[in-house]
C-alpha cells in the first residue's frame, strides 16, 4: 500500500505562485508514476501533470494544455516525494488538487491510478 499526503495549497491572487507536495509512503515510489489531479466544484477530477523516473537521472514529465508554459512537476526518489511548482495562477486554477500513483507508466484518466491523498484546496482570487 502507498500512503499519499499533500501540503501546500492555500489562496493566492491571480498572477501568483504556490508550490504544491506531495510525500508518499508505505513503499519507496519510484518505478511509479506519479501525478496530480485537480476538481473544481460540480467538475470531474481533470489530469494535470505527471511524472516518471526513467532511470539515473532522467524524467518523462506529461502536462495538460491548459497548464504548459506555467505548472512544472517535479520528483525527489531519494525522499520519495514530488511537487508542483504552479506559476502565473489562473482563477480557473481554483479546484482541490489530489497527488495520485499508479505502478509503471503514465495515464491522464484518473480511474487509472491506484493511490490517493485526501486533496489540498488551491483558490486563486481575480
Known amino acids: 500500500q502507498v500512503q499519499l499526503v499533500e501540503s501546500g495549497g492555500g489562496l493566492v491572487q491571480a498572477g501568483g505562485s504556490l508550490r504544491l507536495s506531495c510525500a508518499a509512503s508505505g513503499r519507496t515510489v519510484s518505478s511509479y508514476a506519479m501525478a496530480w489531479f485537480r476538481q473544481a466544484p460540480g467538475k470531474e477530477r481533470d489530469f494535470v501533470a505527471a511524472?516518471?523516473?526513467?532511470?539515473?537521472?532522467?524524467?518523462?514529465?506529461e502536462y495538460a494544455d491548459s497548464v504548459k508554459g506555467r505548472f512544472t512537476i517535479s520528483r525527489d526518489n531519494t525522499k520519495n516525494s514530488m511537487t508542483l511548482q504552479m506559476n502565473s495562477l489562473k482563477p480557473e486554477d481554483t479546484a482541490v488538487y489530489y497527488c495520485a500513483a499508479r505502478y509503471s507508466a503514465i495515464k491522464v484518466k484518473s480511474s487509472d491510478y491506484d493511490y490517493w491523498g485526501q486533496g489540498t484546496q488551491v483558490t486563486v482570487s481575480s
Open positions: 511524472i516518471t523516473w526513467t532511470g539515473g537521472s532522467t524524467y518523462y514529465a
